[in-house]
């Protein structure tokens, strides 16, 4: 659901160059609710959750309210980094409103990578741009000497799309590519992508949480 939901993030950002505060605050709602559920599903069935879970085992309403607590941290950690990012003109407002309603599906622990993947897609499909004679140097030293100052955009420092004309692309659209091949990549062996390690140390969930003692 979540890669759905960053692919309409996606097109729209790449047919407008803003991603509507109403799809950001629907992506945000809905990690909430799902993570709250998934705790309490987890908890239910016995198996770790996050944090509060190790203080009573099977508590369903505990396992509940340690899934949000695990979105809602998730959130403020995407959303604080990516507000400094955009400080600094690296990202728009809305790219970084974006990465912290991710954040409450994924939690804290797997937003660098996600983070850092999708910079290298950026990267990757800038120089793809630069090299097939899509995007000039001109066009790139342009954005980079703009992004440098975004406050000076009125649109609440949305950086400027890379490319002419009506189809345009923006960093939402690295963030989908970078969202669907980090959960495809961590879920891997769930979705039978993969064969299963033998003695395999931890699972995915494990993985977006710390280890319960």
């Known amino acids: 659901m979540l890669i ?11 047919r407008k160059a803003k ?13 909430l609710l799902v993570s709250v559920l998934r705790g309490g599903f987890l908890a239910a069935n016995d ?18 309210i340690d899934g949000l607590l695990f979105a809602v941290t998730g959130f403020i950690v995407a959303f604080g980094v990516m507000f400094l990012v955009w400080m600094f003109g690296g990202c728009g407002g809305g790219d970084a409103k974006l990465f912290g309603a991710i954040g409450a599906w994924i939690g804290f622990s797997l937003f660098p990578m996600l983070w850092l993947a999708s910079v290298a897609f950026l990267l990757v499909w800038t120089l793809a741009r630069v090299l097939s004679g899509g995007l000039s ?42 969202t669907a091949v980090v959960l495809l990549w961590v879920f891997r062996v769930e979705l039978q ?11 995915a969930h494990d993985r977006l949480s710390p280890p319960v003692a």
């Open 4 to 14: 759905a939901l960053t692919s309409i993030a996606a097109w729209t950002d790449t």
């Open 19 to 31: 991603i509507p505060n109403r799809l950001t605050v629907s992506i945000l709602a809905l990690g």
């Open 47 to 64: 198996m770790p959750v996050w944090w509060l879970w190790k203080y009573n085992p099977g508590a369903v309403w505990l396992g509940a």
């Open 193 to 203: 992508l993969a064969p299963p390690k033998p003695q395999q140390g931890a699972s």
């Open 137 to 178: 140097p001109k066009q790139v030293q342009k954005t980079l000497t703009t992004l440098k100052q975004p406050h000076a955009d009125h649109n609440a420092g949305r950086p400027p799309t890379l490319t002419p004309g009506k189809l345009r692309v923006t960093y939402a659209l690295p963030i989908a590519v970078a």
